[in-house]
């Protein structure tokens, strides 16, 4: 698909259904200011990492995106659920949205880069754009391994079922408090997070590769989304699966995937060569790295 054929998807009107969604949510969010308790923000923290970091980071963008390492099925469809939660779509349309992101990055064709506007860039393409809804042509040429697995199309077809079930558990355990705080709030401050990523990061930061993007590493960025705030390290090494280099560049999703090695449910990690490293802006404050794990 041409570069035109992509833009072409973008501003075509608003997005009615998940305008509507965007609202009931935030205003969802609001109203769980007003009824605190201290389990219902106890499970909204476990939840927020479990669907942002767990689900997205982890499963969503590092493992299916960008095959940074490699799991057992069992352990990949797990991720995936975990990244439902979210609410940022099925896993074949996210993964295809963000590998049209890497291919025409900050420049026409790519889904939400700040040069086409912040506003664009942070929540404007989910309103007016693609909203990651593409055709099927556009999801067989960026996302060909994942549409071919039948429990990835099934489980991208009802993402939202696992959004369901849990409201429902939610509201079981702790009624109101705990469906507005694990649910609402919760899931509204994980967009926010997911978006800031695609903003926020390709505007303010430091660069320690030289990339043809805009892209830098916000620290506080890095802290609200798990690690995915070291943007400028991903996008110089989009396969590599830590993208905190040095030690003060926290990334908890790094630290998650580390532990599934650890209990032998990860294997095949891709990490970036010493040699690129020394190659970097600031190659004196990285440690030394292998290129797997």
């Known amino acids: 698909m041409r570069n035109q054929e992509i ?43 479990i669907a942002g970091g767990v689900g997205i980071g982890m499963g969503f963008h590092r493992l299916l995106t960008h095959r940074g390492y490699k ?10 659920v975990c990244g439902t939660l979210a609410l940022e779509s099925g896993a074949i349309n996210w993964v295809a949205t963000h590998r049209i992101h890497h291919a025409h ?10 040069r086409d506007g912040t506003w664009w860039a942070h929540m404007g393409w989910i309103l007016r754009g693609t909203a990651q809804q593409y055709p099927q042509q556009t999801l067989a040429r960026f996302a060909p391994d994942l549409i071919k697995d039948p429990v990835h199309v099934w489980l991208n077809r009802f993402f939202y079922v696992p959004v369901i079930i849990l409201g429902v558990a939610l509201l079981a355990i702790g ?5 507005l705080w694990g649910m609402f709030l919760r899931t509204t401050l994980g967009l926010h997070g997911t978006w800031l990523v695609n903003s926020a990061t390709h505007l303010w930061g430091t660069r320690r590769f030289k990339t043809n993007d805009d892209s830098t590493n916000n620290w506080l960025i890095a802290l609200i989304s ?12 989009p396969r590599a699966a830590r993208h905190g280099i040095t030690w003060y560049e926290v ?10 090695q650890f209990l032998g449910l990860a294997k095949d990690i ?5 040699s690129e490293l020394i190659e970097s802006n600031s190659a004196a404050d990285a440690p030394a790295y292998s290129e797997a794990a």
Do not use: C
Not at 16 to 25: E, H, L, S
Not at 226 to 237: L, V
């Open 251 to 260: 990334d908890f999703n790094w630290w998650g995937i580390r532990t599934l």
């Open 226 to 237: 798990f690690g995915e705030g070291w943007h400028n390290n991903h996008h110089a090494h």
């Open 105 to 114: 990055t900050d420049v026409p064709g790519d889904p939400h880069s700040p």
């Open 71 to 80: 799991t057992s099925k069992a352990v990949e469809y797990f991720l995936t």
């Open 7 to 49: 833009i072409e998807q973008r501003r075509t009107g608003i997005n009615w259904a998940t305008t509507i969604t965007m609202v009931i949510f935030h205003l969802g969010a609001i109203a769980a200011l007003f009824t605190f308790t201290w389990p219902a923000l106890f499970a909204s923290l476990l939840l927020w990492w």
């Open 270 to 274: 891709k990490l970036i060569k010493q």
């Open 175 to 179: 009624g109101w408090p705990m469906l």
